[in-house]
């Protein structure tokens, strides 16, 4: 039996149906970097450990280095890129992890940015436990935490004073 060496896959990703072939091998996250050079997605540790590459499939966050490409096929994919309301204008999360220092080396901020987002569709004004519950699969080795919790509050605040 012979395998197919590409595979025609078309996901929506940041809103743009985008068609491509892919050997079936390619996982999610070399697809999004390596093909369509949105490089915002970050490897980690390439075992769905530390949450660098997490990006949301259909609204939810998943580990795009633990899939293969050809799975999100017909799918939406919202990378770090696509969170922001418009170009050159940060989200209300994002804006609120530069004023609260929610970042330090940068390396798990895209991860966190997806966890948080997906947190805040659900609930628009999550408390700290809610908060801690949705960042606990990502690992950050400066900021301790604290400072992303602070950051949501304070974006969830902000947001919610515009309303």
Known sequence: ME???LMNISINVNGVVRQAQVEPRTTLVDFLRDTLKLTGTHIGCEHGVC???SVLLDGEPVR???MFAVQADGLSVTTVEGLAPERGRLSAIQDAFCEKHALQCGY???GMLIACHALVA???RPDEAQI???ISGNLCRCT???QIVDAVQHGTAQESSHD
Do not use: D, M
Request: aromatic share 10%; hydrophobic share 15%; proline share 14%.
């Open 64 to 66: 795009s280095c633990c």
């Open 122 to 124: 659900r609930h628009p």
């Open 132 to 134: 801690r519950e949705a």
């Open 3 to 5: 395998f197919p060496r």
């Open 144 to 146: 301790g935490y604290q």
């Open 51 to 53: 949450g660098a590459c």
């Open 108 to 110: 798990c901020t895209p």
